[in-house]
């Protein structure tokens, strides 16, 4: 009689062992799915800093051509819809920081560089070397 309820105490026992068990290992398969999705997020962030760092050191190099081209597609065509949006939304780029700044402003929120003073100076650099002749 006394087996009859060790038996019955171990097998209710390796039941609950086994619920348990299967808990801790979704749990466990939960926090290392996430483990592994922070690493290939940061992974993925340093892949883009190397390829930026790259491009920006070898804009010119053909080396890995099919992959530079597209990108100096998309630069180019992002800076030409740069312009459409500032004539849009009538406003002008910062010429220190490259913000998008209203058309009236005197300083730049971004970077605090007085607007006009850096236009005119912009202006001037395109009147002067318009102007002067070729020696
Ligand atoms: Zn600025």
């Given at each position: 009689?006394?087996?009859?309820?060790?038996?019955?105490?171990?097998?209710?026992?390796?039941?609950?062992?086994?619920?348990?068990?299967?808990?801790?290992?979704?749990?466990?398969?939960?926090?290392?799915?996430?483990?592994?999705?922070?690493?290939?997020?940061?992974?993925?962030?340093?892949?883009?800093?190397?390829?930026?760092?790259?491009?920006?050191?070898?804009?010119?190099?053909?080396?890995?051509?099919?992959?530079?081209?597209?990108?100096?597609?998309?630069?180019?065509?992002?800076?030409?819809?740069?312009?459409?949006?500032?004539?849009?939304?009538?406003?002008?780029?910062?010429?220190?920081?490259?913000?998008?700044?209203?058309?009236?402003s005197q300083?730049?929120?971004?970077?605090g560089?007085?607007?006009?003073?850096?236009?005119?100076?912009?202006d001037?650099?395109?009147?002067?070397?318009?102007?002067?002749?070729?020696?």
């Amino acid at each position: 009689m006394s087996g009859f309820f060790e038996n019955l105490g171990a097998t209710l026992g390796n039941g609950a062992r086994n619920v348990v068990d299967k808990t801790k290992d979704v749990a466990g398969v939960a926090s290392i799915k996430a483990q592994i999705s922070t690493a290939q997020a940061g992974l993925g962030k340093l892949y883009k800093e190397l390829g930026k760092a790259y491009f920006e050191e070898h804009s010119d190099s053909d080396e890995y051509g099919p992959l530079m081209e597209p990108i100096r597609d998309a630069l180019k065509k992002i800076t030409e819809l740069e312009e459409k949006l500032a004539d849009a939304q009538g406003t002008t780029k910062c010429p220190s920081c490259g913000a998008q700044v209203p058309k009236d402003s005197q300083f730049c929120p971004t970077c605090g560089v007085p607007i006009d003073i850096a236009k005119a100076a912009a202006d001037a650099e395109d009147d002067s070397s318009k102007e002067i002749p070729i020696e």
